[in-house]
């Protein structure tokens, strides 16, 4: 019960704290401007990354895992393909291979690739750094 009046107390302290700047303020004091541009700002476009499980080539579309499931990506003539950052084509793309890009996610949870890079390098991990007690000989 003490540490609900507490509570309480703080709380009205900090209101009238609020409250006390507005009632200082002149009344010929004119009020900001409202803001011109209120709309949300669009989203970017959805990142995906996985291994390729499966290859429809007559839709573009991958199936990608994607750690504990699959997710599907639809290739069009505008995306932009590109194998270990060189120029490539959807026929590059290669059951194992791992793809990342982005694009627009659909209503039916389908992404359509803006843009789709294909790996065929992992990459590789740097060694840990040698301890002092380590000699190289």
């Known amino acids: 019960m003490k540490s609900i009046r ?3 107390a703080i709380l009205l302290a900090a209101a009238t704290c609020a409250a006390w700047p507005a009632t200082a303020q002149d009344a ?10 209120t709309a949300p ?3 970017p476009n959805p990142r995906y990354t996985g291994i390729i499980q499966s290859i429809d080539s ?3 579309i991958l199936t990608l895992k994607v ?3 699959e997710a599907k990506v639809k290739v069009t003539s505008t995306t932009r393909i590109t194998k270990n950052r060189q120029p490539a084509t959807f026929s590059d793309a290669v059951v194992g291979l791992r ?3 982005s694009g627009k996610k659909g209503d039916d949870g389908v992404v359509t690739a803006t843009t789709m890079n ?3 390098k992992a990459p590789t991990p740097t060694p840990p750094p040698a301890t002092p007690s380590q000699k190289t000989e």
Request: hydrophobic share 30%.
């Open 6 to 8: 507490t509570l309480s």
């Open 28 to 37: 010929t004091t004119p009020a900001p401007p409202p803001a011109t541009n």
């Open 41 to 43: 700002r669009p989203r």
């Open 58 to 60: 007559t839709n573009m």
């Open 67 to 69: 750690a504990n499931r």
């Open 99 to 101: 793809v990342m890009g």
């Open 118 to 120: 294909i790996m065929t």
